[in-house]
């Protein structure tokens, strides 16, 4: 069992550490170690597709737009209003934007509820396309030495096809308390309100419609 609190890195001295450059010695040459692999932990929620009236349309999920700080394998956190860092040594193992596109992917797939259900870059022509911004995706501390908050934000909106018309607008809010200020517990809050977000997105699309 893991005993450590987290350790955080800046954005800036995770560039430093990983641009580990050559050094001149008085020997010559030599190399900075190399950086520690990060420890890659899994979103892998347990999403209970609502049920309900199957649907006689097709989509496709888009991938979810997210800013820069986003946009990464890396898993972050805000210790103030004005700041963003990340968890040393830890990454998500892909970028988060594909991780999400592809838990919607399987929630749809999961419900029985919709004929087809693909991404966005597969060159089908689908009916609907489902289009989702992250917003906030974070562990959120109040107190450094106390167990953080997990936020998630995440904006979807519903267009209809070929047009791109959007039809439907939803924004989503999720949270989870931590039980205990390690990495451990912190990816087991980031499951938790990962599930409700992507159920919640799930749900809201294949009610969004019109009959």
């Known amino acids: 069992m ?3 609190h987290p350790v955080f890195f800046t954005r800036r001295q995770l560039i430093l550490a990983g641009a580990a450059p050559l050094i001149a010695g008085c020997g010559g040459l030599q190399l900075l170690p190399t950086p ?3 420890q890659l932990y899994v979103l892998r929620p347990n999403i209970v597709p609502a049920s309900g009236a199957p649907v006689s349309w097709r989509l496709s999920v888009g991938t979810p737009d997210a800013s820069a700080s986003l946009d990464t394998e890396r898993i972050a956190l805000s210790r103030s209003a004005t700041t963003m860092d990340y968890f040393a040594n830890a990454a998500w193992p892909d970028r988060l934007p594909a991780i999400l596109q592809r838990l919607l992917i399987q929630t749809f797939d999961a419900s029985g509820r919709i ?3 693909d991404r966005d870059t597969t060159g089908i022509e689908n009916d609907y396309l489902l289009q989702t911004e992250i917003r ?3 562990a ?6 106390a167990a953080p908050q997990i936020f998630i934000s995440i904006q979807a909106k519903l267009a209809r096809m070929p047009q791109r018309e959007i039809i439907a607008s939803l924004n989503v809010r999720q949270q989870a308390q931590v039980s205990e200020n390690m990495l451990d517990a912190i990816v ?4 938790q309100a990962t599930a ?3 159920a919640q997105i799930a749900d809201w ?3 969004a419609p019109p009959a």
């Open 140 to 145: 959120r501390y109040g107190d450094p030495a």
């Open 205 to 207: 699309t294949l009610k």
């Open 136 to 138: 906030d995706f974070e």
């Open 2 to 4: 893991r005993t450590a």
């Open 188 to 191: 087991i809050a980031f499951n």
């Open 115 to 117: 004929i087809a259900v």
């Open 36 to 38: 520690m692999q990060p």
């Open 196 to 198: 409700a977000a992507i």
